[in-house]
């Protein structure tokens, strides 16, 4: 949808970029690394990426990071001293604690003592994570090299999943040659769950980028994860040189319970003819449903029509209006 | 008003005294008929006026042409950017400050914005709940917010006493101008290492169509940037005029101009005094030089060293040099067309 978006709006896609954060994640948990610090990784993956020493970088910005005053080697008297007193006139009336109690200080000063001694760990996950990070290539290529690193049985289910994503592009009409699967598909936050990806079009605008965030809606408050999502296009980007005019729009479902395949060619004609279309797999209840046959034939009101009728379609759906 | 150019000034704030106290130093006097009056004079620029406002109304004023120049911190121009708003000069030396995120004292275990990152997803994981930012500078809070991997934080703007956001339990944290940190510590709250989101001072904006468009803003511009050029320059210098004896001023040119600390600005400039040379080869010379005041009592002594007496040192209240850089790193701005507000180059 978000490259379907660029080309409709004049801008032809070049390249899109997939990765994976589950398998981020997945090498994360192989050697017990808690959440948190997983995050902390994911909020600096794009390091690895950019500086030639980046495991090393990482490293230290996570020993700053845990560092405690107890583990400063070289804390003045003066400072110790300071922290005593801090801690003393905490229970004054009025003393600024913000909305943390005494306990969630000291709760997480002993949790930053027990991230510290992940550090061995946390160092073997980011020398496979630096290897991953130079691997972007087609799908073929980026499998047989992904098998050569340690911990391959981690991948397995990125692989499948790429392999699926490709497959549903090309019915979209982004072909094979546009997609390049980049392991380490740096996103700026660190929600996302599952695939990520990237477009950029053919005169090298970075243009739109999103994933899956199952777990978003529990970070703003919900109780529990709620599969979702989303994309973001970047205007600024996305207007450079756009000449394509908004379509008078109308909406319209696409019903394609037997074959999606079938369903994303009829949605893809209706929205490059400028209707706002929503594809289900099951009977919908929108104002207007075209039903796709198991054949790729679509049903309107009785009629049927092939792909090569489109306009046909269109003709008897704005007559019916 | 009839004038043709306007110069928007604070009408009161921490920097509202401080900048008429610069003018004047400059040779730009503001008059002032009354305190309640908001409008006044520049007498040293023809034709100029002056609009008293907040520091906040001047950026919208100097936006919407109103005034075609104003002067006001760094800090709301970067709050409240606008592309007809360009920053003319950057460093006028008062009014200096800085915006940055401060924690309550007591967070013992929170020094960095690492640490503060880590405290939101507390908030989230614990209370269910964002992480309360209080502040009057809402835009850049929430860029440097989102530059340090914290995205979970809830906006609480407030006006004025924010560094008593966190004791009085509407804000966990602020973001907050801070000129000496005693307000802070006063109110148990510490900034935090990296927590510097910009280092501000007063500056002196203008109009973008006005200056493109109208020669006799960009003429007004020249007289004050040559003013505010060459009293900010002579505040670097001072005069110092020192007697030597020696056989020749040849003599004491060389000794002063092979050390940088004594060379002055372009030379040394060397005169004999008459009669004193009668019994003596040697003849006494009265020496001028422009020495920078960052190295000048090194510079003195050197000078002791090398014989010099009677040391004299006079401040240097403007110093012209053949052009004032601000005045041609404006033209060059304009002529290239480059963006009004190089808003990224300000953040740390």
Not at chain 1, 198 to 216: I, K, L, N, P, S
Not at chain 2, 10 to 35: H, M
Not at chain 2, 46 to 65: E, H, S
Not at chain 2, 133 to 151: C, E, L, N, W, Y
Request: net charge negative; aromatic share 8%; glycine share 6%.
């Amino acid at each position: 949808m978000a490259a379907s978006g660029c080309a409709l709006l004049g801008q032809p896609v070049a390249t899109i970029n997939l990765g994976d954060a589950q398998l981020l994640r997945a090498v994360l948990a192989s050697r017990d690394i808690d959440t948190r610090t997983q995050r902390f990784v994911l909020s600096h993956i794009s390091v690895l990426k950019e500086l030639p020493r980046g495991v090393d970088y990482i490293l230290d910005r996570f020993d700053a990071q845990v560092a405690t005053p107890a583990s400063t080697p070289a804390l003045e008297s003066a400072a110790i001293e300071q922290e005593f007193r801090v801690i003393l006139e905490t229970n004054e009336r009025g003393r600024a604690m913000g909305g943390r109690t005494q306990a969630d200080v000291a709760r997480r000063l002993v949790q930053r003592q027990q991230r510290a001694a992940q550090r061995e760990q946390l160092r073997e996950v980011l020398e496979i994570l630096a290897q991953l990070a130079h691997i972007r290539g087609r799908l073929p290529e980026v499998a047989q090299v992904l098998t050569g690193i340690a911990g391959s049985e981690l991948w397995s289910s990125a692989l499948t999943n790429w392999a699926d994503v490709i497959r549903l592009l090309d019915v979209y009409g982004f072909s094979e040659d546009k997609v390049v699967v980049t392991p380490i598909l740096a996103r700026d936050w660190e929600y996302y769950s599952g695939l990520t990806f990237e477009v950029y079009t053919e005169d090298g605008h970075h243009v739109a980028g999103g994933g899956r965030y199952d777990e978003f809606a529990r970070l703003i408050g919900a109780p529990r994860d709620i599969p979702a999502v989303g994309f973001t296009y970047y205007l600024d980007a996305l207007l450079t040189g756009q000449t394509a005019q908004p379509a008078d729009t109308l909406f319209l479902d696409v019903c394609a319970p037997a074959n999606k395949e079938h369903g994303i060619r009829w949605a893809q004609l209706l929205r490059e003819r400028g209707f706002l279309v929503r594809l289900a797999e099951s009977a919908c209840d929108g104002l207007i449903t075209v039903v796709i046959n198991p054949d790729a034939s679509a049903v309107f009101l009785d009629n049927r029509y092939e792909l090569s009728q489109c306009d046909d379609l269109i003709a008897a759906i704005t007559r019916w209006r | 008003m009839n004038n043709s150019v306007t110069l928007a000034l604070p009408s009161k704030g921490a920097i509202a005294e401080p900048t008429t106290a610069f003018l004047r130093d400059c040779g730009l006097r503001v008059d002032k008929p009354n305190p309640r009056q908001y409008t006044g004079a520049l007498p040293a620029v023809p034709n100029m006026a002056v609009l008293f406002q907040r520091v906040t109304d001047i950026v919208y004023k100097v936006a919407d042409d109103t005034a075609q120049f104003g002067i006001t911190g760094l800090d709301v121009v970067h709050e409240y950017p606008h592309e007809n708003v360009l920053i003319v000069h950057d460093d006028l030396g008062y009014g200096e400050c800085r915006l940055l995120v401060a924690v309550p004292e007591a967070w013992l275990d929170v020094t960095s914005m690492s640490d503060l990152a880590d405290v939101a997803l507390d908030f989230r994981e614990l209370y269910h709940r964002n992480l309360r930012v209080a502040t009057t500078f809402p835009f850049m809070a929430r860029k440097f917010m989102h530059q340090h991997g914290i995205h979970h934080f809830t906006i609480v703007n407030a006006e004025g006493a924010i560094e008593a956001a966190p004791t009085i339990g509407y804000a966990d944290v602020i973001v907050d101008l801070v000129a000496t940190g005693t307000t802070l510590r006063e109110n148990h709250l510490k900034p935090l290492t990296d927590g510097i989101i910009l280092e501000s001072q007063a500056c002196l904006i203008g109009s973008r169509d006005a200056l493109v468009n109208n020669a006799d803003v960009r003429e007004a511009a020249r007289i004050l940037l040559e003013h505010m050029d060459a009293s900010l320059q002579g505040k670097m210098y001072s005069q110092v005029t020192i007697n030597m004896r020696a056989a020749d001023q040849l003599d004491i040119a060389r000794r002063l101009v092979s050390n940088p600390l004594t060379a002055g600005l372009q030379g040394p400039t060397i005169a004999p005094i008459y009669g004193s040379h009668e019994g003596t080869s040697d003849q006494w010379f009265t020496v001028t030089l422009i020495l920078a005041n960052k190295a000048l009592l090194k510079g003195v002594d050197l000078l002791r060293t090398l014989g010099a007496t009677d040391v004299i040192v006079t401040p240097v209240r403007y110093l012209f040099m053949d052009h004032a850089p601000t005045y041609k790193r404006l033209c060059d701005t304009l002529a290239t067309g480059v963006t009004a507000l190089p808003r990224q180059a300000f953040y740390r």
